[in-house]
C-alpha cells in the first residue's frame, strides 16, 4: 500500500506523519475508515481521490485492526466503490 499512495509532495513515514483521530478503541478489534487516518497531514481519503475523476462520493476504504500483545494490526480490510 505504501507505494500505491505515494503522491508528489506528500512525504512518506518515516517523514511524514501517521495519525488516527475520532476512533475510540472498544476492545481488540477496531474499525478505522479512511477519514481518520492522516498522513504527513492528509486524511486517507484525500491521497486515495488524487488523480480520480467523476463521482466519488461511494467511495470509501476502512481497515479492521487487531491488538495482539499491546500492538495494533491491520486484520484486513474493506474498500466500496
Known amino acids: 500500500m505504501r507505494n500505491a499512495w505515494a503522491k508528489p509532495g506528500v512525504k512518506l513515514p518515516p517523514e511524514g506523519k501517521v495519525a488516527v483521530t475520532g476512533v475510540v478503541e472498544e476492545g481488540d478489534t477496531v474499525t478505522v475508515p479512511d477519514s481518520a487516518i492522516t498522513l504527513d497531514g492528509r486524511t ?6 488524487i488523480g480520480s475523476s467523476g463521482d466519488t462520493g461511494s467511495f470509501s476504504l476502512s481497515l479492521e485492526v487487531k491488538k495482539h500483545e499491546n500492538a495494533w494490526y491491520v486484520g484486513s480490510w474493506d474498500i466500496n466503490i
Open 44 to 49: 486517507l481519503r484525500e491521497l486515495e481521490l
